[in-house]
């Protein structure tokens, strides 16, 4: 099936320093990719919609020159954290979207665990 | 706008016990639902779907069906095994974005 892999699958960082998280759709391509934040014990939240070749639509509360998104190629999309601070610290998860007649659906990354000090 | 609402865990059971994990919605118009797994330390994974009222998703051995009169889409399992402990999500597509948006997740422990 398909499969999508997230880089780095937890990353430890200093306050004020700056994280990238890459999503790679690994035998398919995704025109759509999503960005989800998801707290202890709660619900994954959309963060962000990454369109390849265009720019991210982001999710009313979520800062968009905080939380950078590139969607470079039909494969790749990455969330770079800037100068990130505590309350940054989170699990990310990034899904690829596949339409196709009457299909429809997404796969998840693994997610990825940053914490920052 | 449209949520999802699953009942609150840990569930703890014992191995071949019934499983059900409860889980309405409100949205507006017919979204499609979902179940997904959460396995420690991976990602979600589809367990299973609904397109429209009164289908049943089914995969191993979990069924689901698509209660539109009820607003449900409850999980069950008649014989649960130790494997089985996982996260479990309930879902729909109901998102602006064509993104889903999920329930707080129901995380299932399941003794020998």
């Known amino acids: 099936g398909a499969v999508v892999s997230q880089h780095p699958s937890w990353v430890i960082c200093k306050s004020g320093t700056s994280v990238k998280i890459e999503c790679r759709s690994l035998d398919f391509q995704a025109t759509t990719m999503f960005w989800y934040r998801q707290f202890p014990k709660q619900s994954l939240m959309l963060m962000a919609t990454s369109n390849e070749g265009s720019k991210a639509t982001y999710e009313q509360g979520v800062e968009k020159d905080k939380f950078l998104i590139n969607h470079a190629s039909l494969t790749l999309s990455t969330l770079t954290v800037t100068s990130a601070h505590p309350e940054d610290s989170s699990f990310y998860i990034c899904?690829?979207?596949?339409?196709?007649?009457?299909?429809?659906?997404?796969?998840f990354g693994p997610g990825t665990r940053l914490t920052v000090l | 706008g449209d949520s999802v609402t699953q009942m609150e865990g840990p569930v703890t059971l014992s191995e071949e016990a019934f499983l059900t994990i409860n889980c309405t919605y409100t949205?507006?118009?017919?979204?499609?639902l979902f179940w997904y797994v959460q396995y420690p330390g991976e990602g979600l994974q589809l367990l299973l779907k609904?397109?429209?009222?009164?289908d049943k998703g089914s995969n191993k051995g979990f069924e689901a069906t698509y209660r539109k009169e009820t607003t449900s889409f409850h999980l069950e399992k008649g014989s649960v095994q130790v494997s089985d402990s996982a996260v479990y999500f309930c879902?729909?597509?109901?998102?602006?974005?064509?993104?889903?948006?999920f329930g707080k997740g129901t995380k299932l422990s399941v003794k020998p």
């Open positions: 879902a729909l597509s109901g998102g602006s974005q064509g993104n889903l948006i």
């Open positions: 899904s690829a979207r596949v339409r196709g007649g009457s299909t429809d659906t997404q796969y």
């Open positions: 949205a507006t118009g017919y979204p499609s």
């Open positions: 609904a397109t429209k009222a009164d």
